[in-house]
């Protein structure tokens, strides 16, 4: 289900401390990237995921944005998201930190109730929400995650 990257080799920087091994990582039925924006779907270095910040596209229409305002974006964001997870062996509830990229701050409430559905309670990742003036495609939302797979995830 995943394609990878050759894996860059472990070794040591000049002063002889051991490096991070880099993984990166393309997941098939995850939206792909367009043309303008190359970037792997997410990074494995050690023992987490650097998982690709996800837009509310439909994987199915590729640059096109799902219809509807910002509770229907964040859910097809969390959607996306569940899909580059599920495609690295892994899933939301391994997600150490969050990054929520916000247009606009008036629809933070109605976010947070979307973004807090995919998480069991008590189990809420550590988090940043950022507003910015603009996002690609003329999103509303963006998130990018942080994640510690399970030991059983599958690794090279």
Request: proline share 10%; with cysteine.
């Amino acid at each position: 289900m995943r394609r990878r990257s050759p894996p860059k080799a472990r070794g040591c920087d000049r002063k002889g401390a051991q490096t991070v091994d880099l993984e990166f990582l393309m997941v098939r039925g995850a939206p792909p990237p367009p043309p303008t924006a190359p970037y792997s779907h997410a990074v494995r270095a050690g023992d987490f995921l650097f998982v690709t910040g996800q837009l509310p596209s439909d994987p199915k229409t590729g640059d096109c944005l799902v219809p509807g305002g910002i509770i229907e974006q964040t859910h097809q964001v969390m959607r996306n998201l569940q899909t580059v997870l599920a495609g690295l062996g892994s899933s939301l509830d391994r997600t150490v930190f969050a990054r929520v990229y916000l247009l606009n701050f008036a629809d933070y409430a109605a976010m947070n109730g979307v973004y807090a559905s995919y998480f069991a309670p008590g189990r809420m990742p550590g988090r940043t929400c950022i507003g910015v003036t603009g996002l690609a495609l003329g999103a509303l939302v963006e998130i990018d995650l942080v994640v510690r797979p399970n030991d059983e995830a599958a690794r090279p």
